[in-house]
């Protein structure tokens, strides 16, 4: 298969290149920079030059590609305007969505679960409700659902809010470790006891192909390996990595100790996998994060 893959430079993205090239796919990676460009042909991607701002880009990579992976998306450090940036990540998929209609060919799409169902075990088939977490981006995800009746394979991939692994230089894990190097306290709100499902980068990748291969259309994936883990033992263990404090925050401090990411660090959001594995046989294999965290893969 022939895939087209948007942010494939990015720390998902690469994985999941590297995991259909090992898979035996002929991978096109969306380039924007030189730098980005050797980096695709250097482990054996073709390149196509491009901006996921580009809609005539993206519908031109569509077009000659067999299926279309978007692990492109817009970091939440890259703009504080939220709202600009759903609509920018809305206008793509669209594009690449208009682009395929009618074809059955595959579509993989990046969502996330964080915040969906706050204290509550989220499945693959629980109902989505906006809320003011997530009613920005739902959009994304209900308009790649919805080119199932419109002849695409389009699946969402719901990825949990910590995909972790080397390489990680922006995600949340990232920026947690960020912090507690500025401030010199690994931070949790409360007593810590809210869960962050998590995900290592190469088992993400692996179920993006699994569902470009195989997932009918219309499928909700849960790129989840941990259902939860305590927010307090991802501090402890970054406390443990760098040799500083883990420390509560309280709740009327967080906005100033974790910045960006206040309003997340003290949510709770179980999630659940199980349908994914048994739709499409994944099976998350890579070390799980508190083992990555102490084998100093974030330094």
Do not use: C
């Not at 709100?189 to 993006?208: I, Y």
């Not at 790129?223 to 709740?251: D, M, W, Y």
């Amino acid at each position: 298969m022939r895939v087209f893959v948007t942010g494939a430079t990015g720390h998902v993205g690469s994985a999941v290149v590297r995991d259909l090239l090992d898979a035996g796919h002929e991978v096109v990676g969306l380039a924007r920079s030189d730098a980005s460009a050797a980096a695709l042909a250097e482990v054996g991607a073709a390149v196509h030059r491009g901006d996921v701002d580009d809609l005539d880009s993206l519908r031109a990579g569509a077009a000659a590609a067999d299926g279309v992976v978007h692990a492109a998306n817009k970091h939440i450090t890259e703009t504080t305007d939220q709202a600009a940036r759903a609509r920018a990540e809305l206008a793509a998929v669209e594009a690449i969505g208009r682009e395929l209609e009618g074809t059955g060919k595959p579509f993989a799409v990046t969502s996330g679960v964080i915040g969906r169902t706050p204290g509550t075990l989220l499945t693959e088939e629980t109902p989505t409700v906006p809320n003011a977490l997530t009613a920005l981006r739902l959009p994304v995800e209900t308009a790649t659902l919805a080119l199932a009746g419109r002849g695409v394979r389009s699946s969402s991939i719901r990825l949990a809010p910590t995909v972790h692994g080397p390489g990680d230089a922006r995600g949340f894990i990232a920026l947690l470790v960020g912090t507690a190097r500025t401030t010199g306290v690994s931070g949790y709100v409360g007593d810590g006891a809210n869960r962050w499902p998590a995900v290592h980068r190469r088992d993400a990748a692996t179920l993006f192909r699994l569902a470009l291969e195989s997932a009918p259309a219309g499928t909700r994936a849960h790129a989840v390996a941990e259902e939860g883990v305590p927010f307090r033992a991802i501090a402890e263990a970054i406390g443990r990595a760098l040799a500083l404090p883990a420390a509560s925050v309280p709740a009327e401090e967080a906005s100033g100790h974790f910045g960006l990411l206040a309003p997340l660090v003290s949510l709770d959001s179980p999630t659940s996998s199980v349908l994914t594995r048994d739709l499409l046989g994944w099976r998350p294999r890579h070390p799980d994060l508190l083992a990555d965290i102490a084998a100093g893969v974030y330094g």
